[in-house]
């Protein structure tokens, strides 16, 4: 297609924006809780005598965890980003030599 | 998919995690292979690992009105294969169990294998069966990208049906009944998360096309 590379990658990002926003639209009321929750509770259910044989050696407080879920994300998009920089300006120095 | 901290039992942990060893061994092996012997590489291992990290630490929402994380596990599977695959998720699960008390240490094994084994190996011969077919960059990236990510959550619906069978004992309608449970919760869930993963690594993949070509010439011809 004659569009641009830039236009077809934002239509890409668009549309996966569009996805999530309207999960949320179609969800109102929804608390949107965690399938790996929900998937313990089914446990309990299923096998309402189970005990859990081991516990977590350290859980971090509700603030804490939703900063480390962050660091893990910056982490991951830092070293993507970086990546993506260096390719686009290797590409245009190739261009102007 | 991450199994939580103590819900499988001694012998499904056990087993599980002897399952995961050996790729996770292999995997890094051939990582330490291709940082001595291919260093132009190192960045692309540092990438697809960052890809794990990211996706699989944002929780989004789902048409189903639940969330859940995709895997990221596309762009190692089909650049490096499962078993690099399978290293670089289990560095991202380790962080979790340790650190985010999300997944465990005595289901680490199982959550590899279904994360960093089971979806990248259907993504890995995805990816080729559909290059052999003559099937575009882009079809084959989504498919196996998509296929990476859905297929987790099945393998975590199985797991946790063979060791919760309905009625308690593992017959065949327990395992299924079960897994019916499980598959409602995960797998519905993933669906569109794994497409926007493949529509994800389509993008990536079309870039990657056009400064590495010769590097990973036989993934990218």
């Known amino acids: 297609m004659a569009f641009p590379t830039w236009v077809k990658y934002l239509a890409g990002v668009g549309i996966i924006f569009l996805m999530f926003f309207g999960a949320i639209l179609l969800n109102r009321d929804s608390e949107f809780g965690g399938a790996d929750g929900a998937g313990e509770e089914a446990i309990l259910e299923i096998a309402p005598d189970y005990e859990p044989w081991f516990s977590p050696l350290w859980e971090p407080k509700p603030e804490t965890e939703s900063m480390l879920f962050a660091l893990q994300a910056a982490i991951g998009a830092g070293v993507i980003g970086y990546f993506i920089g260096q390719e686009t300006a290797k590409r245009k120095d190739e261009r102007e030599k | ?221």
């Open chain 2, 1 to 221: 998919m991450h199994i939580s901290e103590g819900f499988l039992s001694p012998f499904w942990a056990g087993l599980w995690s002897l399952v995961a060893l050996p790729f996770v061994i292999y995997g890094g092996y051939r990582v330490s292979k291709i940082f001595k012997e291919r260093p132009r590489e190192k960045i692309m291992i540092a990438v697809a690992g960052a890809f794990i990290f990211v996706l699989s630490a944002l929780k989004l929402p789902s048409v189903t009105g639940s969330s859940s994380h995709p895997t990221g596990t596309g762009l190692a599977a089909i650049l490096f294969g499962p078993g690099v695959t399978a290293f670089l998720a289990t560095i991202s699960l380790v962080f979790q169990a340790l650190l985010l008390a999300h997944g465990g240490i005595t289901t680490l094994g199982a959550d590899i294998v279904s994360m960093g084994i089971a979806g990248p190996l259907v993504a890995f011969f995805t990816f080729k069966a559909l290059r052999k077919m003559k099937a575009g960059l882009g079809i084959s990236v989504f498919f196996a990208a998509l296929l990476s990510d859905l297929v987790t959550y099945v393998v975590t619906a199985i797991q946790l049906a063979l060791a919760y069978p309905g009625g308690g004992a593992l017959t065949t309608a327990g395992f299924l009944s079960s897994f019916g449970t499980f598959m409602g919760i995960f797998a519905l869930t993933q669906v569109p998360l794994a497409i926007a993963e493949g529509i994800l690594f389509v993008i990536f993949f079309d870039f990657l096309k056009k400064s590495r070509q010769k590097q990973f010439a036989e993934v990218l011809k």
